[in-house]
């Protein structure tokens, strides 16, 4: 038997952690830390705490989702500095108002290893939850409301993650406040099945490589999902409906994954890419939007196969003197408004689209030229490049449209009528 292994085991482990329960007067939950030992629980009596908490050593405190501790407006309400703590079941209010203290519902240090915060209620703090700098935290199940006191820019973020490998973000309810989940320089992040409303952008992604973004739902937001000066992320599976500018947005973002996404309703563009190179674009959604798909500044070697594009005033917007090809092995997009025919039935379009054409081109530079767009010149031209492909200026072309859209399975997140 190996004996050393077995008593460092049972060193590690809080075999013998205690219970306790916390009256509700002023200082008990400070009185009880200091007798409690290390892996012990704290339940809290029913009620509002007034006061603010330093957590340094790793103990659980289970609010039962009855208790209430209030910050009284002063700093974070909640740090914790030291590893293998636990917060649930409470709600959090009443953090200070400064944004270079992050002053938050509950902070995470550096000092913090492995952190939980699951299943607790955070309103009205300036930050809802902020990682900074602990690794491996978990922020799961929590509702979070930020404050609605100021402009969207002059709050503070659901929940923010600064240098802190490894954290865990999932499962939560995010409205107000500016940005649902804001990262910068950090790495090895999964954000999963959060829910975002009433923010800036939902998810905002700033020099954070090699993580994850999958199964989120953003609704009503000025943006949805913002990466950024990023390399190596996974989008994936996640949905958003109603976003304002954006559903997605790559800028400076390359060597990515963007893939089973459904985008809805944006009103300026499912999808815009700026100076952002050599990403994989595969089985997404875009639907309803005022621009499908915007290229800009330089984005190439992208990868765009089996995605629909669906009912958007423009497709595609991509000036270029050259042909790119979106398909790839036979398959290529569907697009809802390629009159399109397939008379050996392999579900492959027998001739190819080009969604943009000269005049496009035109528009796209000089707006002024859309007085000219019911003139008989243009329409003539426009005739003339169907039938005559080889006087089109370059562009997308998909040699082998799909017939039929194929559905990522995030769609069925999206209400729909009937």
């Known amino acids: 038997m190996r004996w050393p292994l077995l008593i460092a085991t049972l060193i590690a482990s809080p075999l013998w952690a205690a219970d306790w329960d916390v009256p509700n007067r002023a200082g008990a939950i400070s009185e009880t830390l200091a007798q409690a030992a290390d892996g012990d629980t704290l339940r809290l009596a029913p009620g509002i705490y007034a006061e603010t908490l330093v957590l340094s050593r790793p103990v659980t405190l289970d609010g039962m989702g009855r208790a209430t501790i209030d910050g009284q407006g002063t700093g974070s309400v909640i740090t914790v500095t030291g590893p293998g703590v636990t917060l649930r079941g409470l709600t959090v209010i009443g953090s200070g108002s400064d944004h270079d203290g992050i002053d938050s519902g509950i902070q995470l240090t550096k000092t913090a290893r492995a952190p939980v915060v699951e299943n607790n209620v955070l309103i009205g703090n300036l930050y809802g939850v902020d990682i900074h700098g602990a690794k ?201 408004d390629f009159a399109a025919y397939d008379v050996n039935g392999d579900g492959i379009a027998d001739a190819p689209y080009r969604p943009n054409d000269s005049m496009d081109h035109v528009l796209w530079t000089q707006p002024a030229a859309k007085l000219l767009l019911g003139s008989p010149a243009v329409q003539l031209l426009r005739w003339s490049q169907s039938a005559f492909p080889a006087l089109l200026p370059g562009g997308v072309i998909d040699s082998n449209a799909l017939i039929k859209a194929p559905e990522p399975s995030a769609l069925k997140k999206v209400p729909h009528d009937g």
Not at 183 to 204: G, T
Not at 237 to 247: F, K, Q
Not at 274 to 299: R, V
Request: one cysteine or more.
């Open 136 to 336: 491996d935290a978990l922020v799961k199940g929590n509702r979070i409301e930020g404050r609605q006191d100021r402009r969207m820019n002059a709050r503070g973020n659901g929940v923010y993650v600064w240098n802190a490998p490894g954290a865990v973000v999932e499962g939560n309810d995010i409205q107000y406040g500016r940005d649902g989940i804001f990262v910068n320089s950090s790495r090895r992040n999964l954000f999963r099945d959060n829910l975002f409303r009433d923010l800036r952008f939902a998810v905002h992604y700033m020099y954070a490589d090699n993580s994850e973004v999958s199964g989120n739902v953003s609704i009503g937001n000025d943006l949805g999902y913002a990466v950024m000066f990023t390399s190596r992320v996974k989008v994936v599976d996640n949905v958003s409906i109603g976003d304002r500018e954006h559903g997605v947005m790559l800028n400076y973002a390359n060597d990515s994954v963007i893939s089973g996404n459904v985008v809805k309703g944006a009103k300026e563009k499912c999808t815009f890419l700026y100076n952002a190179n050599k990403n994989e674009f595969t089985n997404n959604w875009f639907e309803g939007c005022g621009i499908g798909i915007h290229f800009t500044a330089g984005s190439e070697r992208n990868r765009i196969v089996g995605n629909a594009f669906v009912g958007n005033r423009t497709q595609v917007k991509y000036v270029s003197t050259r042909w790119v090809e979106w398909s790839e092995d036979g398959r290529g997009n569907y697009w809802s």
